[in-house]
Structure formats: C-alpha cells, structure tokens
C-alpha cells in the first residue's frame, strides 16, 4: 500500500476541505476544483494511506480513515529569520514523513526550501514538487545575495532529487530546465481545473459599442498583484479619454485598507468600484458587466499561472496583462499585452481594447477554445500523479 505525504504551501482549511470531499459537496466560494481534493482523489483511486499538511494558523489534526489532515502554521518571519523558519519547517515536515513512514511526498513550491527535501530522497521518501509559483519572476531571475544563494542551494536538488516535477506552466517548466544539467526525471505539465456550471451562469460579455467599456480585477489586493497600477492606468485613461473606461476591483488582502485611502486620495470614486470581499453571486454580476479582466502582476512576485487570468477567459472577457504572468503564454490568442511594471503601457493596451472593435471580437471570440484545457480531467492533478507515479485508478470519484 502507498504511504502519501502532501504539504500544501498555503493556509488552506484542509480539515474543512477534506470534510466536504468525503461528502462529495463542493466548496461554494471556489470556482476551481481544489488542488488538494484532486490530489484526495488520486489517493483514494490508489488506495493509499495519506498525510496531509498545510499552513492554517488553526493548529489541528484530524484522523479519519486512511486520511490524516493536519494544520501546521509557520512563524511569520522576515530577512534571514525567513530562511531559517523555511528550514526549520522543511525538518519537521520530514520528521512527520518518516514517522508516516511515507513512501512519497508531494511538496507544493513555498512549502519549504527546494534544498531541504533532499533529505527526503536520502532517507528513502521519493520527492515530487508541484510547481504553483515559478523559481523567480519570469524574466527578472534573482540579483540579491540571499535569493541568489537560495537558488545556487536549490540546484542540487534540482539536478539529483525529484522522481517528477509537476509544473502548471510551461514557463515553471524553463525554469528548471535552466537550472538542472541532467533530464533523468520528467517535467509535467498539469492545469487547474474549473467547474463548468459555475462559468456557464455568466452572461456574454456586453457588447463592445456599451459605454463605458468596463474592466474588472479580481483577485488578493496586495500590492504585488499590481492594484495601485490600476489607479494609475485608471486616472491616466481618464484623463486622455473621459468616460471610456470603468473598473471594478473585487478581493481582499493586506493593501486593501492602502488601496482604499489611495483611491479617495486620487478622487477616482466616480470611475472605479472598490468592492472588497465579493460573493460568487455577486461576482455573476460583476462579470455581467464587464468587457475584460486586468492581470497586472509585478515583477517581486513567482507568480506560476494566474487563476484569475484563466477565469477572465472561461468567462468570455479578453484579458490585459503582461509577461510576469505566465498564464499570458498559454492565453495569449484573447489578450492584450502591457510592459510588466509599467502602468503607462498597460493604459495603452486598455485603451486599444476599447477602442478597437475589430480586435475585441477576435479576441472574445478565441476564449471558448483555450477554456478547453481548464475543463479537461486529462490535465488535472489527479490524472497527472497517476502518470508520475505510473498508477492506475482503482475507482474514480466526481463532484
């Protein structure tokens, strides 16, 4: 029997999550099929035992069945401090392995250092890191000493460890390739994988000649993600060109009380909504009224794919980004480009989106064909373990 050990990078409920999984219900404030319940899904299929980890600062274990679901918070740590605490974690991860007595361990990338789970493989436990973040910000690889060191560390691991790289954009899958200077492990690609019936409740986007043209955000407001951008490329469009362009911006994080006093500071209450907190009811009709999404990530963030831009394109919106965002890559057919870190630019592709009929159709009308990839099982989690781990399924669930 397999012996499976998971850790997710994030602050997930996995308790929760695992409770509504063994009940067949879906979370209802999630569009998208949960990493971890696909990867519930392909431990049951297996027959496996399974130990669970993620970071929920609500500290507790549950045991039930074959599944131990774990919540394990970090310390909140910056400079070195953070780099010993990844290490610190990373060891106890491997301590709770081995005591699983775990045959495997599936690692989400930001769980620990790459470095640290070498240890893993020495003690016998095959490694499989699931890639959600890239190594460094597409094209901006590290220039400062420690990221640099961390990298020069994470090599090794790179070239001898893994038994199978899973990577959810074909740009986390350059990047070890940059890094590693032998091909003895494959590198998958896998995609997030979204509930159609959700995608199929929005409306089609309005049509181009509506005025204003609207464009919503979606997403953690925090400054990385490139939300004061948006006021910038906002007051910018609204000066050259009043009235073309409102925006609505819906999310929560750390900036968004930041983000608020910015917005009231700037007097860009009569052109862009700030939300806050959105239901997915509420969000049918924020969709409703928009013509387009904006990614506008910056460059101090891995980001790995970008949920939101996929979601811009099951729900038929074209989307305006730029290249740190490697959802660009495999979406590029319906969306508009901007320079990364540059507002200017990405007023400029908003602008020509609003302005150019001709360009928008083409571009609303490519969503439905690259949507495909996001619905299809083939590509999720499940199905792409069972391919590292050459398994098959003994049963199957759906939701």
């Known amino acids: 029997m397999h012996r499976i050990f998971y850790c997710a990078s994030g602050p997930g409920d996995l308790i929760e999550s695992h409770r509504r999984w063994t009940i067949k219900e879906h979370n209802p404030t999630e569009v998208a099929i949960t990493f971890s319940g696909q990867i519930q899904d392909f431990c049951h299929q297996i027959g496996a035992k399974s130990y669970f980890v993620s970071t929920h600062p609500r500290v507790e274990t549950v045991e039930d069945g074959d599944f131990v679901m774990e919540h394990r918070p970090k310390r909140p740590r910056s400079g070195l401090r953070f780099h010993l605490e990844e290490i610190r974690y990373g060891l106890g991860l491997l301590r709770t392995a081995r005591k699983f007595g775990a045959d495997t361990a599936l690692i989400d990338s930001g769980s620990t250092h790459h470095f640290v789970l070498t240890l ?126 409102r925006w609505e911006i819906c999310g929560r994080g750390s900036d968004l009380d930041e983000l608020r006093k910015r917005h009231l500071q700037m007097g860009l209450e009569h052109i862009l909504t700030l939300h806050g907190w959105t239901s997915l009811e509420e969000l049918l009709e924020v969709y409703r009224r928009s013509h387009a999404s904006i990614v506008p990530t910056r460059s101090d963030f891995c980001e790995g794919l970008a949920m939101t831009a996929a979601e811009a394109i099951l729900a038929g919106r074209p989307l305006i980004t730029n290249p740190v965002v490697p959802a660009l890559e495999l979406l590029r ?67």
Not at 178 to 187: D, F, K, W
Not at 189 to 208: G, K, M, N, S, T
Not at 377 to 392: D, F, I, K, P, S
């Open 120 to 245: 893993f493989k020495w003690c016998g436990i095959k490694v499989i890191p699931i890639l959600h973040n890239t190594l460094w910000p597409t094209n901006y690889p590290p220039v400062k000493p420690m990221p640099r060191l961390v990298l020069w560390l994470d090599r090794f691991f790179w070239n001898r460890v893994p038994h199978a790289v899973l990577a959810v954009s074909p740009e986390c899958e350059r990047q070890v390739d940059q890094v590693r200077s032998t091909r003895h492990y494959p590198i998958l690609q896998v995609r997030a994988q979204f509930l159609h019936e959700y995608f199929a409740q929005i409306a089609p986007a309005p049509d181009h000649t509506k005025r204003p043209f609207t464009v919503m955000f979606i997403g953690r407001v925090e400054r990385i993600k490139g939300v004061f951008d948006i006021l910038e490329i906002a007051k910018q469009i609204e000066a050259e060109s009043p009235g073309l362009v």
């Open 333 to 399: 057919p319906a969306s508009v480009e901007g320079k990364t870190n540059d507002a200017p630019s990405h007023a400029a592709a908003v602008k020509r989106l609003a302005s150019d009929s001709t360009l928008y159709a083409r571009l609303r009308d490519a969503c439905p064909a690259l949507a495909a990839q996001f619905y299809d099982r083939r590509n999720g989690l499940t199905a792409v373990l069972h391919q590292a781990l050459g398994t098959q399924p003994a049963s199957a669930r759906s939701i």
